[in-house]
């Protein structure tokens, strides 16, 4: 159903490590951004991604960066892994030419656990 | 943060009853999106309403936006076990170009039971 692939599916960490992310897009959807979603909450916009740069960040530090690359697939990573930064980690694509109309496609996610 | 609170946080019905879940935001928006989530999983789309908009119906799903009083409902008609899954509204900014940038949200769990 879904165009987006995320790996992994589950990971553990613990506090001070790194993770890096992963999210295959579809073809054509230039445009990538990724989500935080805590226990009970809704998404949280970390940042987006068109033509492989940084075009918009939400509320997050440094620490949180990533990376897109020509062939649709991108990466996020944190460094310096805190407790709170465990969630699911959301990739969504959409093809930015066009109507405008910012419907996203969602991946499965990643869902991180830090201890 | 959150957009705006979505209201109820829980609904349990029964199959064949209709569900309306409501969505308030705070900001102007070009349009709204309602989302579902099935489990702790991906979004999926599920229908668009523009700022310009009052009323949109897709299958079994009927939207309103009240652009006055920043707020949004969604109805789902005779309901069934598969419906069950937690919604989510979601804003995007008027005049904005993040077009990856969504935001929503706190999501409304609904419950349809057999």
């Known amino acids: 159903e879904t165009g987006v692939t995320q790996s992994p599916t589950h990971l553990i960490k613990t506090r001070g490590q790194q993770v890096t992310l992963r999210c295959s897009s579809q073809?054509?959807?230039?445009?990538v951004s990724w989500y935080q979603q805590a226990l009970g909450q809704g998404p949280q916009f970390i940042f987006q991604?068109?033509?492989?740069?940084?075009?918009g960040r939400g509320n997050f530090p440094p620490r949180f960066s990533g990376l897109q690359f020509p062939n649709y697939s991108s990466e996020l990573n944190v460094n310096a892994l805190e407790l709170d930064d465990s969630a699911l980690y959301l990739c969504?694509?959409?093809?930015?030419?066009?109507?405008?109309?910012?419907?996203?496609?969602f991946g499965a996610g990643s869902r991180l656990t830090v201890l | 943060s959150q957009q705006g609170e979505e209201d109820p946080q829980a609904l349990s019905i029964q199959e064949g009853e209709n569900a309306t879940m409501n969505c308030s935001y705070k900001?102007?928006?070009?349009?709204l999106q309602w989302y579902r989530q099935n489990s702790g999983r991906g979004l999926v789309h599920l229908i668009l309403?523009?700022?310009?908009?009052r009323e949109k119906h897709s299958g079994r799903l009927r939207v309103t936006l009240d652009t006055s009083k920043k707020s949004s409902s969604l109805l789902i008609t005779a309901s069934r076990a598969a419906d069950t899954a937690s919604y989510f509204c979601?804003?995007?900014?008027?005049?904005?170009?993040?077009?990856?940038?969504?935001?929503f949200g706190q999501g409304t769990i609904l419950t349809v039971h057999p």
């Open positions: 969504a694509s959409r093809f930015r030419e066009g109507s405008g109309a910012n419907v996203l496609t």
């Open positions: 073809s054509g959807h230039n445009t």
């Open positions: 991604y068109y033509r492989e740069e940084e075009n």
């Open positions: 900001t102007s928006i070009n349009n």
């Open positions: 309403i523009r700022s310009n908009e």
């Open positions: 979601a804003t995007g900014d008027a005049g904005g170009t993040s077009y990856g940038k969504l935001t």
